[in-house]
C-alpha cells in the first residue's frame, strides 16, 4: 500500500511522502513525458492526503476515503480534464471547479484538486493563478504537464515541481509484466521497453495493439530478406505495405532503423549483446554470416536513405517517390549491387 506500491520515481515518492504528510494548501506540480505515470502518482498522492489512517508510507488503503478514491466517488476528490469532445478545459467549467473547491471538504480534511494542465489555454491558467496565489488552507493543487514551456511563468513561481524520469529496464519490465504482459518473453519485454524510451504508457499501449509486434516482425523480417528480393518486389509488394501503413509511418521508421542500427552492431561486433532487437539475436548473427559482402558502409548508406526520406517528408515531397527512393536505396545497399 502506500507509495511504495508503486514502481520507481524513488526521489518523487521520497518528496511526496514528506509534502503529503502536511499538505496544507500547498500546490504540486508533476511533469515528465506523457504516459510516464503523473496520473497514477496524484491519485496516490490524493489518497495519502485524504486517507484517515495515514501510514509513513502514504494512504492505509483501508478506510472509507482510500476505498471512496478506489471507487473514483470521494467528494474531496476532483480531477479536472476537457469534457468530451473537446481539446482543452473549458474556462467555465474550470471556474465552477474552482468555486466548489472553495467550499470547506466533506469527508476529509483537505481537498485534492488535479488538474491536466497539458489541457489549459492561458485563460484557465490565469483563473489558476488567481487560486494559486492566495490558496485555501485546505486546498491541494497538482497540476500534471508535459511540457511546461506552456504554462505561464507565474504558475511555475508557486509550485513546487516534482519532476518524473524514464524508468529502467528492469523497472519497465516488472511493470509491463504486472500489467498482462507476464506471458511475453523478457526479450520482447526489454523491447517494448527500449521503443518506448523507458515510458510505460507507451509501452502499455504498444503492448496491447496487436497490430505493433507484427509491424515490428515485418519490418524486420523486410531487412533479413532485402538481399534476395527483386526489384519489382520492393516496388509494388513492399512500398504497399508502406503505403497502406502510412499513419503509422514514424514508427515503421523507427523499426527500420533500429533494425539496419542491429545489423551494423553484429557485423562490429563478432558476439553482440547490446542489440534492439533482442530477441532476434540469432537471425541477426545468421544473417551477417550469410550476406558477408554487406559492409558498414552499406548500412550506413541505408540509414542515410531513411533520414533523406525524413527529410523529404518534411518539404511534402511525394510519399510515393521518396518512399519507393527509400527502399530502392536500402535494397541496393542490402544486396550491396556495387560488389556484385
Ligand atoms: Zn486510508
Not at 481537498?111 to 491541494?140: F, G, R, W, Y
Not at 533500429?258 to 532487437?277: F, M, R, S
Amino acid at each position: 500500500m502506500g507509495f511504495n506500491s508503486l514502481t520507481g520515481q524513488e526521489t518523487v515518492k521520497s518528496r511526496l511522502k514528506d509534502i503529503t504528510a502536511a499538505p496544507s494548501a500547498c500546490s504540486l506540480l508533476f511533469t515528465g513525458p506523457e504516459g510516464i505515470g503523473k496520473h497514477l502518482f496524484a491519485k496516490e498522492t490524493a489518497k495519502a492526503i485524504l486517507c484517515m489512517d495515514r501510514k509513513p508510507d502514504g494512504a492505509c488503503g483501508q478506510c472509507a476515503s482510500c476505498k471512496y478514491i478506489d471507487a473514483g466517488t470521494h467528494p474531496d476528490l476532483i480531477s479536472v480534464e476537457p469534457s468530451e469532445g473537446r481539446k482543452n478545459i473549458r474556462i467555465a467549467d474550470l471556474r465552477e471547479v474552482v468555486r466548489d473547491a472553495e467550499v470547506k471538504p466533506q469527508i476529509s480534511k483537505h481537498k485534492v484538486l488535479i488538474i491536466n494542465a497539458d489541457k489549459t489555454a492561458p485563460d484557465c491558467q490565469n483563473l489558476m493563478l488567481k487560486s494559486l496565489e492566495e490558496p485555501d488552507e485546505h486546498l491541494v493543487y497538482i497540476l500534471l504537464c508535459s511540457d511546461t514551456s506552456r504554462l505561464l511563468r507565474t504558475i511555475l513561481s508557486r509550485v513546487t515541481e516534482l519532476p518524473f524520469r524514464e524508468y529502467t529496464d528492469e523497472q519497465m519490465l516488472s511493470i509491463l509484466k504486472d500489467q498482462g504482459g507476464e506471458d511475453l518473453s523478457d526479450d520482447k519485454l526489454s523491447f517494448l521497453s527500449s521503443f518506448s524510451s523507458g515510458i510505460p504508457g507507451k509501452a502499455l499501449s504498444l503492448m496491447n495493439d496487436s497490430e505493433f509486434l507484427e509491424e515490428r516482425d515485418y519490418i524486420f523480417d523486410l531487412v533479413m530478406r532485402m538481399p534476395k528480393l527483386g526489384y519489382t518486389d520492393v516496388l509494388y509488394d513492399e512500398f504497399n505495405y508502406f503505403d497502406k501503413n502510412r499513419d503509422k509511418m514514424d514508427e515503421l521508421l523507427l523499426l527500420l532503423i533500429w533494425t539496419l542500427g542491429d545489423v551494423a552492431t553484429a557485423i562490429a561486433v563478432p558476439k553482440p549483446t547490446d542489440l534492439k532487437n533482442s530477441d532476434k539475436r540469432n537471425e541477426i548473427i545468421k544473417f551477417v554470416a550469410d550476406n558477408g559482402e554487406i559492409t558498414l558502409i552499406n548500412i550506413s548508406n541505408a540509414e542515410k536513405a531513411v533520414t533523406d526520406y525524413i527529410d523529404a517528408s518534411h518539404v511534402n515531397a511525394s510519399f510515393e517517390t521518396s518512399c519507393c527512393n527509400m527502399l530502392l536505396r536500402i535494397h541496393k545497399e542490402l544486396r550491396n549491387e556495387k560488389n556484385r
